[in-house]
T-cell receptor, first 116, second 115 residues
Framework: EAGVVQSPRYKIIEKKQPVAFWCNPISGHNTLYWYLQNLGQGPELLIRYENEEAVDDSQLPKDRFSAERLKGVDSTLKIQPAELGDSAVYLC??????????????FGPGTRLTVL | AQSVTQLDSQVPVFEEAPVELRCNYS??????LFWYVQYPNQGLQLLLK??????LVKGINGFEAEFNKSQTSFHLRKPSVHISDTAEYFCAVSLGSGGYNKLIFGAGTRLAVHP
């Protein structure tokens, strides 16, 4: 089966510009996650969706970050306006959402954002 | 609060030598434990996981890990490494709360295998 797809793979923008990342999860996976991975660190959860509902967005900086998952499949993460400190890798992951705490998360390749 | 500590940020090793990547966690409740590998410019791939049962878990690519509850550790081992094992390795703990798999990751260990 196809894995988690993310685009673009790389993005370079100037500060104060908007940027958007797209994620297509594994077919049939109900749960979708967006993670932020800073250089030299492990991923940190930004937001989790169960189908189209954002059920955990406590770590999402809502002043500049937004996300949506229309129709409960693809998802978009947006930053507006971007700041220098947003330079990082943005990872998308998905899981079946049927095994609760035993669910395995499958990760996409990530989008590496550079803000100049 | 739960946390994960990977004790070594970098581990250099020669090809065909054994390796151990160390991971300790803190939690006041039962946890599930995971090791993920990240190759350059790629996403994270699950190596192995401990949910319950035998404390020795075998994963892909010849890796294994042992869950030690008394020492709150989940160290990753491989008896003989290859050049292709060069990558970043992340240990993660599942909080197991809220009915879903919320992962807390360590900072990662960079394994560098030299010929």
């Amino acid at each position: 089966e196809a894995g988690v797809v993310q685009s673009p793979r790389y993005k370079i923008i100037e500060k104060k510009q908007p940027v958007a990342f797209w994620c297509n999860p594994i077919s049939g996976h109900n749960t979708l996650y967006w993670y932020l991975q800073n250089l030299g660190q492990g991923p940190e959860l930004l937001i989790r969706y169960e189908n189209e509902e954002a059920v955990d967005d406590s770590q999402l900086p809502k002043d500049r970050f937004s996300a949506e998952r229309l129709k409960g499949v693809d998802s978009t993460l947006k930053i507006q306006p971007a700041e220098l400190g947003d330079s990082a890798v943005y990872l998308c992951a998905s899981s079946r959402g049927t095994s609760g705490t035993r669910d395995t998360q499958y990760f996409g390749p990530g989008t590496r954002l550079t803000v100049l | 609060a739960q946390s994960v500590t990977q004790l070594d940020s970098q581990v250099p090793v020669f090809e065909e030598a054994p390796v151990e990547l160390r991971c300790n966690y803190s939690s006041s409740v039962s946890v599930y434990l995971f090791w993920y590998v990240q190759y350059p410019n790629q996403g994270l791939q699950l190596l192995l996981k401990y949910l319950s049962g035998s404390t020795l878990v075998k994963g892909i690519n010849g890796f294994e890990a042992e869950f030690n509850k008394s020492q709150t550790s989940f160290h990753l081992r491989k008896p003989s490494v290859h050049i292709s094992d060069t990558a970043e390795y992340f240990c993660a703990v599942s909080l197991g709360s809220g009915g879903y798999n919320k992962l807390i990751f360590g900072a990662g260990t960079r394994l560098a295998v030299h010929p």
